[in-house]
């Protein structure tokens, strides 16, 4: 596991454990929506350690916004890697983001959620965990969640059902959809931390001078920047992309890696949170 995480990285900051934390952080690599290719979130790891020993040595942290799972081939990868990243330095976080969530939902929560959730990603991040086409669509939706959590641990769910939210540092506030505008920070709703996409695309005043740092919604090709946020989710499982932002005091800076074996394709237009409404109300 250790070669994941650059020993230049490496250390103590302070102790992280949920959004009200302010980290003494000095530079920040936030590393945009995953979703299951560990061979592209390798490759940028090693490019964020070459870059931050290229610059002055100061409090570093990494911050993933999310969306480790799904989708892509290698969930179950990740989310061990990431969990015993966590446990190793506390200079590295990773936030909860809606196909977490999800994931949680839909095997501890509510059978209504499986469904959605297989859809859009879950099918892929089962068999990441062993699991085969057979033994995910024959079962009941009820033995289908009893096989999923023996074949997950109950501990990673654990773990990923305790990820934080959101994280402060410096002047910059990372999470992975965005915010709802107008509303205090301690009031937003996790819904809306997790899902929100256009009230929060479409606010062109400020965050309460936060620069919001967010995945969720893809940018093809380069992230989403404006004045007040800066959008990093550059479709990572179907466009070989993964993008990361280097944050300091006064000064950002985009890289980001890519598959050249894997054509770009387009992502499929879909809304989780309308189909999970739906199916609440069945």
Not at 70 to 85: W, Y
Not at 178 to 190: A, F, N, S
Not at 201 to 220: C, K, P, Q
């Amino acid at each position: 596991m250790k070669n994941l995480f650059p020993a230049s990285l490496n250390g103590s900051a302070q102790n992280i454990t949920g959004g009200s934390s302010a980290p003494e952080f000095r530079r920040v690599y936030a590393i945009g929506d995953i979703h299951g290719r560990l061979d592209l979130f390798r490759r940028l790891i090693a490019d964020v350690a070459i870059d931050n020993r290229l610059r002055d040595p100061m409090i570093t942290g990494i911050v993933l916004l999310g969306d480790v799972i799904d989708r892509g081939p290698q969930s179950a990868q990740l989310l061990r890697a990431c969990r015993e990243l966590t446990r190793m330095t506390d200079r590295f976080v990773m936030l909860k983001g809606n196909h977490e969530a999800m994931m949680v939902t839909a095997l501890r929560h509510d059978l209504r959620a499986m469904g959605p959730w297989l859809r859009y990603g879950g099918r892929e991040t089962l068999h990441s965990f062993g699991m085969t086409d057979a033994e995910i669509d024959d079962p009941e939706p009820f033995d289908l969640a009893a096989d999923a959590r023996s074949r997950i641990g109950e501990d990673l769910l654990d773990w990923v059902d305790s990820l934080p939210v959101t994280l402060r540092a410096m002047d910059y506030l990372f999470v992975h959809a965005g915010i709802r505008p107008g509303i205090p920070l301690k009031e937003q709703e996790e819904d809306d931390l997790l899902w929100i996409r256009d009230e929060f695309l479409n606010w062109d005043e400020d965050f309460g001078g936060l620069v919001v740092v967010h995945g969720h919604t893809v940018f093809e090709g380069k992230p989403g920047i404006t004045d007040h946020r800066i959008g990093i989710d550059t479709g990572a499982y179907y466009t070989g992309q993964l993008t990361a932002v280097g944050l300091e005091r006064g000064e950002g800076w985009i890289f980001s890696t890519s598959d050249p074996e894997q054509p770009r394709g387009q992502a499929d237009d879909y809304d989780p949170v309308a189909e999970l409404a739906q199916a609440n109300q069945g």
